[in-house]
């Protein structure tokens, strides 16, 4: 079964620490694109950040560069997403994709393989 199970998220206050993993079954993530996307209540899902398949490039927001970083374990075929110094606008239902086919940005859109099933991530004081 091709699925991906998220974990990790949950309650930080600001300034604080999360990381999210997402573990791979049923395929291997290490040719594949992979991507984590948010989404807030009322907002559109957007792209946080995206590891490339292609060449191994990697995409930030810029609202989460230099504070959030992605990485990939082809070995644990694990993907994770490290976030620091947590903004109460980061607050928002997280989610992991995974696309073998062509991603020519890191949108919700190319990434129609595999998704998350979604983890909650709350700062606040």
């Known amino acids: 079964q091709v699925q991906l199970v998220e974990s990790g998220g949950g309650l930080a206050q600001p300034g604080g620490s999360l990381r999210l993993s997402c573990v791979a079954s049923?395929?291997?993530?290490?040719?594949?694109?992979i991507g984590w996307f948010r989404q807030a209540p009322g907002k559109q899902r957007e792209g946080v950040s995206c590891?490339?398949?292609?060449?191994?490039?990697?995409y930030y927001a810029d609202s989460v560069k230099g504070r959030f970083i992605i990485s990939k374990d082809n070995i644990e075929n694990t993907m994770y997403l490290q976030m620091n110094s947590l903004k109460p606008e980061d607050a928002a239902v997280y989610y992991c994709?995974?696309?073998?086919?062509?991603?020519?940005?890191?949108?919700?859109?190319?990434?129609?393989?595999?998704w998350g099933q979604g983890a909650q991530v709350t700062v606040s004081s």
């Open positions: 994709a995974a696309e073998l086919g062509l991603v020519a940005r890191c949108s919700p859109y190319y990434f129609t393989q595999s």
């Open positions: 049923g395929f291997t993530l290490r040719d594949h694109t």
């Open positions: 590891i490339f398949g292609n060449d191994g490039s990697t």
